[in-house]
């Protein structure tokens, strides 16, 4: 047995240490390959109109450029465009007369990076040369070349509200843009009006393109996140391997409940209504950059006819309270996978304490202690089998020396051995076993919750969603600064090991005395706030063990 829980643990180890990766990325939401995405593919392409019946040829939902589809140019005024600021408590952003699309999207409350001199977070990561969000197509009418005029340079906010009207003209059509916003939500709306103002009949499938490339996050962990075109539908998380539209555009026909272009903590999602989005489309656009477009059907306007185009916008944090407040399941955007049972209400406490105290490092050692409250009695039981087990050893190595040449009576007379003392070989190993899933939600959670990202704890560590490093002037290769805290947590656990009680022989021993050193390297790069919770729950072993101990001996 005791080579059994000696492998036992290496095991464990050996999962913590690239378990994770692993977790990430298999037990994440659902990556759509290229032979499936094939098989939905349906091209919406209308029927060859008569000259009698159209003016225009539709342009195809399948992502073909407006220029290969013959696309023709609005009206323009003799002005140049104008862009107008619409500002609000939580985000300042550009809207442009060119295209009527965003061009600029800068969170108030999210820093770039955690320097004191950062600007607010970008949403906006194109520079418009493979086009900008939100632009609008419907027929032929490219959407690069439409120009929708305002009536005013500005967007003036009325009790918490303001709209912003933008129309264009020519061919045939009036496109009306409107757009609302709210002072206190990253919850917009827009709602496209296409009317046709000529005497023949059109016809035209309309389309909304979203243009984004990556959130990442300069931190070695967040290179096993995703981030990436995504969508939700039929109650399922998609995020979609952008190599798998390398050759050529994919068209997905499903009722979505949002299409997003999403980072670990940050997304530019739109909310298609039902009557306004029939496929979905995502094609490369150059260098790390995706186009995705909301396809609507084919329609048919007849002289003087009109029609409505609704969506929602959120650009914004993946903070799971607010997305939840938007609804369409835009919460499921935070996807904990398997943990979510566990890791939903860390996240909970976490808020909680934050609330109370202001700062996340305190807030993760309170919920440690919790965690070790829960698990106490288990934890007690456990370290109690294995100090039984050891007052059993030497009875254990006379039956062995007894049996030796008889392996089938030596295990039945060990195993009496157990029932006569009432001991649980495997108690020892329990509450190791039960930690791993908390281990692993609490990583989720510091490392996908947007709340954690720049969090201060004290002193040198500034981000608890990060590595934590003590500057010196210098450079240490491969870690930079000295990990001071990851380096306390490896003390901790090398005493929590000499500490416990153990079976093993000096050989299995020395493989167990092994084991700190293998988990402060592997915790070298692990978020500042893990390697916190791991420390803090060391720390309370080790209390729990030494009062153990006392008890012994009294």
Not at 271 to 288: I, N, V, Y
Request: glycine share 6%.
């Amino acid at each position: 047995m005791d080579i059994y829980r000696t492998f036992l643990a290496i095991i464990l180890s050996f999962l913590i240490l690239i378990g994770y990766q692993y977790f990430f990325v298999g037990f994440g939401p659902n990556e759509v390959p290229v032979e499936e995405v094939t098989t939905q593919v349906q091209t919406v392409t209308p029927s060859t109109p008569t000259p009698a019946r159209a003016q225009f040829a539709a342009v195809p939902a399948t992502g073909a450029t407006a220029q290969a589809a013959g696309a023709v140019a609005m009206e323009r005024p003799a002005r140049d465009a104008r862009n107008l600021l619409i500002d609000t408590d939580f985000y300042t952003a550009t809207l442009s007369e060119e295209g009527g699309t965003l061009t600029s999207f800068v969170l108030k409350d999210y820093k770039e990076t955690n320097d004191a001199e950062s600007p607010g977070m970008q949403m906006i990561k194109v520079d418009g040369t493979q086009g900008y969000p939100l632009e609008f197509s419907w027929g032929s009418v490219a959407p690069v070349s439409t120009f929708y005029a305002t009536e005013s340079d500005r967007v003036r906010f009325q009790n918490n509200k303001a709209s912003l009207v933008m129309t264009g003209h020519g061919n045939g059509l009036e496109i009306e843009r409107n757009y609302s916003f709210s002072k206190d939500s990253y919850l917009m709306d827009l709602v496209v009006r296409v009317k046709n103002v000529s005497s023949s009949v059109l016809q035209g499938a309309a389309a909304l393109h979203q243009t984004g490339t990556p959130f990442r996050e300069a931190t070695a962990a967040n290179r096993f996140l995703f981030t990436g075109p995504a969508y939700y539908a039929a109650e399922s998380l998609e995020e979609v391997d952008s190599d798998d539209f390398e050759n050529g555009p994919q068209t997905i026909t499903a009722l979505m409940d949002w299409i997003a272009y999403e980072g670990t903590y940050f997304m530019n999602a739109i909310l298609p209504k039902a009557d306004s989005m029939q496929s979905l489309t995502m094609q490369s656009a150059g260098e790390d950059i995706v186009k995705m477009t909301v396809n609507g059907s084919l329609d048919t306007l007849q002289p003087g006819e009109e029609k409505i185009y609704s969506y929602q916008l959120y650009f914004g944090p993946k903070k799971l309270d607010i997305l939840k407040s938007v609804g369409s399941n835009l919460d499921r955007a935070v996807n904990f996978g398997w943990f979510d049972v566990i890791a939903q209400p860390t996240l909970f406490l976490l808020n909680f304490f934050y609330g109370i105290f202001k700062n996340y490092g305190i807030a993760i050692i309170l919920v440690t202690i919790i965690f070790k409250a829960v698990f106490w009695p288990i934890t007690q039981k456990g370290l109690k089998s294995m100090k039984n087990m050891q007052k059993l050893q030497p009875k254990m190595v006379k039956l062995k020396e007894k049996y030796k040449d008889d392996p089938a009576k030596m295990n039945q007379e060990v195993m009496n051995l157990y029932k006569t003392y009432k001991v649980n070989p495997l108690g020892g190993c329990l509450p190791m076993v039960l930690q791993i899933p908390v281990f692993f939600a609490l990583y989720k959670v510091l490392l996908m919750c947007v709340e954690l990202r720049h969090a201060p704890f004290i002193f040198w560590i500034t981000d608890l969603s990060a590595p934590d490093r003590l500057p010196i002037g210098f450079d240490i290769p491969y870690v930079g600064g000295i990990p001071v805290l990851t380096l306390l947590m490896g003390g901790s656990m090398f005493l929590q090991q000499k500490m416990t009680p153990t079976t093993a022989d000096p050989m299995q021993a020395k493989i167990m005395m092994f084991l700190p050193v293998v988990f402060t390297f592997m915790f070298i790069n692990f978020a500042s706030g893990l390697v916190l919770y791991w420390f803090v729950n060391n720390l309370l072993a080790i209390f729990q063990q030494q009062m153990i101990n006392r008890q012994k001996k009294g």
